[in-house]
Structures are given as structure tokens and as C-alpha cells.
């Protein structure tokens, strides 16, 4: 397949480029004369911006329409062959890894747990998976244009390694970007793990069609991911949504929080599991084994239970009064539990005025992963057609 030379293009023939490819990608079979009603291109600039993309490997077609009488008109399609994206959700416990193609279709996807001696290991056993996967589904490497790795962790691009990692060893002192790229033979872009997830929501899960939500991943940490006027926000070192650090349940001028955060000491999984054993249950549960507690009718996981979600809800009040926020979604192994949600909704209007829906992830833990391709897909986009195509991470196809 051809590669696109974008830089030696017109900016007017690039331009039709980028609106026929967008018509394809969001809508999947045209006819020509459809998609020049849809792009509002004259017939002659379609035709031949049709015919390029055609002999180049991106369209091809697909059939004839029916029902129409006379000359039927010919259906084109997107070539999900021409152009694959690797996603990698690398959690501290289980390891997900797909290709997708540029419409967002998912060709193959595999998981198994993340090996526990981290650094190097990982980065071999991602390089193992993916090479499995290939054989597997007969995609082309070379047809792989990039991938991105959701990772809960900071990327130092100085030195490719992964900091605040606390859940994957090893990954601090090596330069895990520049050694997984070489052996993958692509580009790689590291990004964290509740921004994948936020994404995954806004594209296809519960926060379709909504401009203004936070996703807030509570587990062994927390964190919080923010999409406001349809746009996933950063800040300057990407720090938007360090929850963990809002001074919330503790006291913040303790220097023993400063590790993984004052409001994450008292509300993550090993908080939870350290005030379930102090308040009488028993010793070494997790919170698996908590909210089994809670169901039996435990008065200690009631306690720890509901002392989370006061705290949680006090993070929320915080959030909701900076950002405003329409819809507040919860995923994470803490945070999509019913009970964690349901205290949560009981307890903020009586710490806050501000009026928001709070739902459930429905990605469940395959948000990061899918948030991951579709970035991929923005990115990929980018690079071939001029545009990020914003589309298909963070706004739903019709």
C-alpha cells in the first residue's frame, strides 16, 4: 500500500482528502454520490480524490446498490487493511494488548496477567503477546502504523522510563519506551491509564454524546480523567486529574503522604484493607473480600465501606465545583462496585449544591484498552491525512 506523501499535497486537495477519508471512517459503505452530499464536494474532486485513495490501498469496493433502477451506483468501502493501530493496557495485574483498524474495528485482541518480575520481563512479554497476535489474525506488521501504551505511571520522555509506577517494578530504571519500540519496530506513545479510560468512555462507552464529564478510576489508587468541551485535558505536565494528591482525609503536611497522596492513603485498596482489619475483620482480605463482607451484612466492611465513599464524595464536591461537570463516571475495582456508587450519590448533595449524574463505567477494564486505540487512531490520522480526526476518540460514530 502506498504511503501517503502529505507534504508535497495542496492544502485545497488535502483538505478534500481529509473530509472523504472522515465520511469513510465515520460512516463505512458510500456511494460517490452520497458522499458528495456529505462532504459538500463537487462530483469531479470526489471522483478523483475517490480514485487516488482507491488505487493507493484505502478504498475499494464493495458492491452495487439495489433498488434503484437504471445504472446502479457502485458502494465503496475503507480498507481496514491498509492501516492497523497496537493498543496495551499494562496494569500490575492483567496485560491487554489489541490491533484495531482506522474505523475502529478491533481485529484481535488477547489478555493474560501481567508478569509480576516487571521491567525487562514485561517488555518481553508484550513483545511475545503481540508477536502471537500477529500470527494469529494474519495482519501485516507493516501495516502497523503505531501504538499506544495505557500505563498508570508518568513517561519521562527524557529517559523512556516510567515513574510513580507503584504497581509495575522495574520500570522506573530502564528506558521502557525506547527498548519496547525497538523491539516492536514502531513508534510508541505512553499515556496514562485513567486518561485511556476517559477516552474509551467518551468513545464508546457511557459518555457518548456527552461534552462535559470526569472519570474518576478508583482502585489500588485514584485518579481522575476530564474531558470538558469535548476535549481530554492535561494541563502543562499532564497532572489534570491527580486526584490522589487533593488534600482530602488526612493530613496533607505529612510528608509519609506525599508518596501516593493524601486523599489515595485513605481511600485506595490498601487503606480499605488496613481499616477493614483494624475495625475487626479479618487480616489479610481484599477488597474483593470486603465488599463480600459488605453483602453478608459486616458492620467493619460497612464502616470501611462507607468512611470511602464520605471521602470520595468529598473529592467529587472539589471536582464538581472547579469543573462543573454533566456526568461523573466511576470504573476502577473500587469505584464501579453498585455500593461504592450508591454512597457516593447519598453522600455528595450534602457536602456540595452542584447537581451531576453519576453512573457506572460500562468498558468495565477494557476502557484503558480502548481508549488506547482510539488515540492511536487520532494520532495515526494525524500523521497520514493532516487532521487528528477527533472523531473517534472522543466523539461517537452516528
Not at 485545497?12 to 459538500?40: C, K, M, P, W, Y
Not at 504497581?167 to 519496547?180: C, E, P, T, Y
Not at 487533593?246 to 496533607?252: H, Q, R, S
Not at 482489619?277 to 489479610?284: D, F, P, S, V
Amino acid at each position: 500500500m502506498a504511503r501517503r506523501q502529505e507534504t508535497n499535497t495542496p492544502v485545497a486537495r488535502q483538505l478534500s482528502v481529509q473530509a472523504v477519508i472522515d465520511a469513510f471512517l465515520e460512516r463505512g459503505s458510500i456511494t460517490r454520490a452520497r458522499l458528495a452530499e456529505i462532504t459538500g464536494l463537487s462530483k469531479q474532486t470526489m471522483s478523483e480524490v475517490v480514485r487516488d485513495l482507491v488505487a493507493e490501498g484505502w478504498l475499494r469496493e464493495s458492491g452495487q446498490e439495489t433498488g434503484s433502477v437504471g445504472r446502479r451506483a457502485v458502494i465503496y468501502e475503507f480498507q481496514e487493511s491498509a492501516c492497523y493501530v497496537l493498543g496495551v493496557d499494562l496494569g500490575g495485574v492483567t496485560l491487554r494488548v489489541a490491533v484495531a483498524a482506522l474505523n475502529g474495528n478491533v481485529i484481535v485482541e488477547d489478555v493474560e496477567e501481567t508478569d509480576r518480575r516487571g521491567g525487562i520481563y514485561v517488555i518481553d512479554q508484550i513483545s511475545t503477546l503481540v508477536g502471537r497476535m500477529f500470527a494469529r489474525s494474519g495482519v501485516n506488521r507493516r501495516s502497523v502504523r503505531m501504538g499506544v501504551i495505557a500505563v498508570s505511571g508518568i513517561h519521562q520522555q527524557s529517559t523512556g522510563a516510567i515513574l510513580a509506577a507503584s504497581n509495575i517494578s522495574g520500570v522506573a530504571d530502564i528506558d521502557f519506551a525506547g527498548i519496547l519500540s525497538e523491539r516492536l519496530q514502531l513508534p510508541l506513545f505512553i499515556e496514562n491509564a485513567v486518561d485511556m479510560a476517559t477516552r474509551g468512555e467518551r468513545w464508546r462507552g457511557g459518555a457518548r454524546n456527552v461534552d462535559n464529564f470526569v472519570f474518576i478510576g478508583h482502585g489500588a489508587g485514584i485518579g481522575m480523567g476530564a474531558v470538558i468541551d469535548g476535549k481530554l485535558v492535561k494541563g502543562r505536565r499532564g497532572a489534570i486529574g491527580e486526584i490522589a494528591f487533593l488534600p482530602i482525609g488526612a493530613n496533607p503536611f505529612d510528608p509519609r503522604n506525599f508518596a501516593v497522596g493524601t486523599l489515595e492513603a485513605e481511600v485506595g485498596a490498601a487503606a480499605m484493607v488496613r481499616k477493614f482489619e483494624g475495625y475487626g475483620g479479618a487480616t489479610g482480605a481484599s477488597v474483593r473480600d470486603i465488599f463480600a463482607a459488605l453483602d453478608e451484612g459486616s458492620v467493619a466492611a460497612d464502616m470501611v465501606v462507607e468512611e470511602t465513599a464520605r471521602l470520595v464524595a468529598l473529592a467529587v464536591a472539589s471536582i464538581a465545583a472547579i469543573l462543573d461537570p454533566e456526568l461523573l463516571i466511576m470504573g476502577g475495582q473500587i469505584g464501579v462496585h453498585p455500593a461504592m456508587i450508591e454512597r457516593v450519590r447519598r453522600f455528595l448533595p450534602r457536602c456540595s449544591p452542584i447537581v451531576m449524574r453519576i453512573e457506572s463505567a460500562t468498558l468495565g477494564p477494557r476502557a484503558q484498552l480502548i481508549g488506547a486505540l482510539g488515540a492511536g487512531i487520532e494520532l495515526t490520522c494525524g500523521q497520514l491525512f493532516g487532521t487528528p480526526l477527533a472523531p473517534y476518540p472522543l466523539r461517537p460514530r452516528p
